[in-house]
Every structure is written in C-alpha cells, then in structure tokens.
C-alpha cells in the first residue's frame, strides 16, 4: 500500500511539474519562478542585515568585474536580470547565489581564490545553481519527502501496521540518504560543470576551476561519507572537471582568440 501511495504521488508530482536542467537532468519543479525570487529577496536582505558588508572599494569591483564577466555569457533570462553583487566581510570561505539576481561574496574566499580564474570558477558554479533551477527542485523534493511521509503514516494507521513508529523513522532515514543528499550532490555535480563552461565562454581560464578545488581540499576537514554528504569528495568533483576539461578549453580557446579576455584586478 505504501508503495503504491509513493508510486501514485510521484506520478503525480511528474505529469504537474517536470522539467529539464541545462544538462539534461529531469526535474521536479513545484514553485514559480515569482515565489522563489520573492524568497531570494527576503533571504538576500536578511543576510545584509545580519552579516557586515565590506566596503572597501577595489575588493569590490574586483568581484563585481568576475561575477560581471560571467553574466554577460548567461542565457538571455538571466542576462537580462539587474543582479545585485555584494561582498560581505567574514572569514567565511564561501559564496552564494539566489534566485531574483542576488549574489554574495565572502572576503575569506579571497584568501582561497587565489586569482580571478579560480574566484570565476566559485562564483560561476553558485550562478550556474541559480540557472538549473537548484533551489526550486530542492524544495519540491523536500516537499515531496513530506507529502509522501504523511501519506505512507496515514496508511500505516489506516491499516494498523506495527512498529508504525520505528517504520516511518526507517523511511524518513532512507529518504534522506536516498533522495534529498543524492539530489544536492547532483546539484553541485551539476554546478560544477555548468560553471566551468561559464567560466570558459567569458574567457577564465578554466584549468584553473582544478587549482580552486585543490586548494579548498586542503583545507582540511571532510571525512564524511559521500553517501553522508552533500557535496561530493574534492577528488571526484576534480575528476568530473578534469572530464570535461576538453570541451571547455575549446570554447576557452575560442574566446582567448578573439583577444577579449577579463582582466580583473585582485
């Protein structure tokens, strides 16, 4: 019965809501596109106001030329956006983008980054997120995990199973390990390699996206079991660049010979 229940919900959720990302990938999209920019807003001015914003003048249109270079080669959709750029003042090694045009820098990422193919490869793969739709499809999966939990305990009473409890904590386990960390591992797969072909039409050198994450890999930290985790191991995702390596070279190549290659200032 359970079975069935899941089975009849994602059909359901499919015939409504399927979509395809850039590469391909099928998806599950619940929201629109005005919601989620909404959210993005609302996120974006929270963390304004929460997080000290640097106000120093040539860091800032250090990041604003690499995340510029990298919209002008967006589709159309995205291109057309007035994207709000801002560089926030942590150590924090990160970056992020959200739907309605907003992307955030931190200055820690500067320490890792250590010139503007490698901040290009972070900041092309948190925009390449924005253009698979990762954040809708994140949330349609989380509420679809929800719809078909409640659906398999109401079975469950209905037909009086026991150890209702343990089973439905089984499948909220499983759930997690098998839907929503697979879906956020192919999100940042995804990214990855969208970024580096990004990165490359704007004229970044993209064998520097494999400089970027060896040095985030040695960081240190980790150990987390890929099945446990949400990003994939810093030597598979350097495999996966590597993989495609040659196509983005290619446009690299093409770009570089028409001689208009960024030149941003760290």
């Known amino acids: 019965m359970l079975k069935k229940l899941l089975l ?3 059909c359901s959720l499919l015939i409504v809501a399927c979509a395809q990302s850039p590469t391909g990938r099928r998806q599950v999209m619940l929201f629109n596109t005005a919601e989620l920019d909404k959210m993005g807003a609302q996120t974006f001015e929270t963390m304004k106001a929460e997080t000290p ?3 120093d003048r040539r860091t800032n249109e250090y990041v604003q030329c690499v995340a510029g270079a990298l919209l002008k080669v967006t589709p159309q959709e ?5 994207w709000e750029i801002v560089v926030f003042d942590s150590d924090q090694v990160n970056a992020f983008a959200l739907p309605g045009g907003k992307i955030g820098v931190y200055t820690g990422l500067l320490k890792v980054a250590e010139n503007q193919n490698q901040l290009a490869a972070v900041v092309g793969h948190e925009i390449a997120h924005v ?3 990762h954040s809708n499809e994140r949330l349609s999966t989380n509420q679809f995990i929800q719809t078909a939990m409640t659906l398999g305990d109401a079975a469950m009473k209905a037909y009086n199973v026991q150890y209702q409890q343990q089973l439905m904590t089984a499948f ?5 390990v098998g839907v929503a960390l697979p879906f956020s591992r192919a999100h940042e797969s995804e990214a990855d390699i969208i970024g580096l072909d990004l990165m490359a039409k704007a004229g970044f050198e993209p064998r520097q996206a494999v400089n970027l994450w060896q040095n985030m890999a040695a960081l240190g930290g980790g150990g987390t ?10 030597e598979n995702r350097i495999t996966a660049l590597r993989d495609n390596m040659p196509q983005a070279m290619k446009t690299y190549n093409e770009r570089k ?3 208009a290659l960024p030149n941003c200032k760290a």
Do not use: D, E, R, Y
Not at 172 to 176: E, H, I, K, S, T
């Open 8 to 10: 009849l919900t994602t």
């Open 53 to 55: 914003i640097s106000k």
């Open 78 to 82: 995205f291109m057309g956006n007035t």
């Open 131 to 133: 253009m698979a739709g």
């Open 172 to 176: 909220g386990l499983g759930a997690q």
């Open 225 to 234: 079991p890929q099945i446990l985790s949400t990003h994939p191991l810093p």
């Open 257 to 259: 010979a028409t001689g």
